[in-house]
């Protein structure tokens, strides 16, 4: 199980809405997943073609936990201004702090990000912010009171896996919180790997809605990180440098 | 008397049948959908969409999309 702030979940996938091919083939590929918490931005209606479709208004919202990012924001401010609009739509109590700082790398910027969780948390929001694989920031985070932390594996959207897994590890091992891995995870040994790695959920996007078939793609990555998951609890063998036999030496049958 | 406001950062021009913020989601087709609304920087609770609106007023209407 995986509790975020009061509230709990089986799946340890949380999947992000963007950029699917159609939204038929998203709401198979969120269904399949498994996923029990969904993320989405939050942006000016265009107001002149109100008729668009609209993937959250086709949810059955019961089912599923929002999850909110400040995506577009680049100070705490608006950060926190976005945050506020998200809870006042009364679907939702918790939000992804993500304030980029680079445009190209999309990485967040450290000290904004600091800075908004510290105004959110006093506002009363679960805070789920979205860091570098920054092992002190984390800790700082995880000390400030947030209700998870979502370090990157690496940049978002480009699906290099973990770059980093020291660190991730690092952060794992010291947080008193949940560990997300969000960002960058490209294929389902990504996922695997995050999870054995000890992480207790993984947040992607990209690799699903990019896939060639995403609705595969969502079922892989839920078997993925139940895999990971369990064989991280299982706990692996120990590597060695040379081979063991598996088969008995006793009893050889010699023709 | 015209009023005209901001919305979504278009100018506006108010239909005289519109009064108040209730009204305009209406007349918007957008009084079903899940939105959410800022007025002059203020974010609104459901219960004060009965407020009128004034000339320059600025409104935002606000919803959620698809997002990772």
Do not use: W
């Amino acid at each position: 199980m995986l509790t975020i702030g009061n509230k709990t979940f089986n799946s340890r996938l949380l999947l992000g809405t963007g950029k699917y091919p159609s939204f038929d083939v998203q709401k198979e590929a969120v269904q399949v997943s498994g996923s029990e918490i969904l993320t989405f931005a939050v942006r000016r209606m265009n107001i002149f073609e109100p008729s668009q479709p609209n993937f959250l208004e086709q949810l059955d919202l019961s089912k599923y936990t929002l999850l909110p990012n400040t995506a577009g924001a680049k100070t705490a401010e608006e950060a926190v201004r976005i945050a506020k609009l998200a809870k006042a739509s009364g679907l939702c109590d918790m939000i992804k702090v993500e304030i980029i700082g680079c445009d190209q790398s999309l990485l967040p910027d450290p000290v904004e990000t600091l800075r908004a969780t510290k105004m959110l948390l006093d506002e009363g929001f679960i805070v789920l912010p979205y860091t570098s694989d920054d092992v002190v920031l984390a800790r700082r985070l995880c000390e400030m009171g947030v209700h998870a932390i979502m370090p990157g594996a690496s940049p978002i959207g480009s699906g290099r896996g973990i770059l980093n897994p020291l660190n991730l590890s690092f952060i794992i091992e010291q947080s008193t919180v949940p560990v997300i891995i969000d960002a960058g995870i490209g294929s389902p040994k990504d996922a695997a790997y995050a999870m054995e790695l000890g992480a207790d959920a993984v947040l992607l996007n990209t690799a699903v809605s990019e896939a060639g078939d995403p609705i595969k793609m969502a079922l892989a990555m839920k078997l993925a990180i139940e895999a990971g998951r369990l064989g991280y609890e299982a706990g692996r063998m120990s590597e060695r440098d040379y081979a063991v036999a598996s088969s008995p030496a006793e009893g050889l049958v010699t023709i | 008397m015209k009023r005209t406001i901001e919305l979504n950062g278009n100018r506006y021009d108010m239909p005289a049948e519109v009064g108040n913020v209730q009204e305009l989601l209406g007349h918007l087709e957008l009084a079903e959908r899940i939105v959410i609304v800022e007025m002059n920087r203020d974010i609104l609770a459901k219960d004060a969409y009965d407020l009128p609106i004034n000339d320059r007023d600025q409104i935002e209407i606000i919803h959620f999309v698809g997002g990772g």
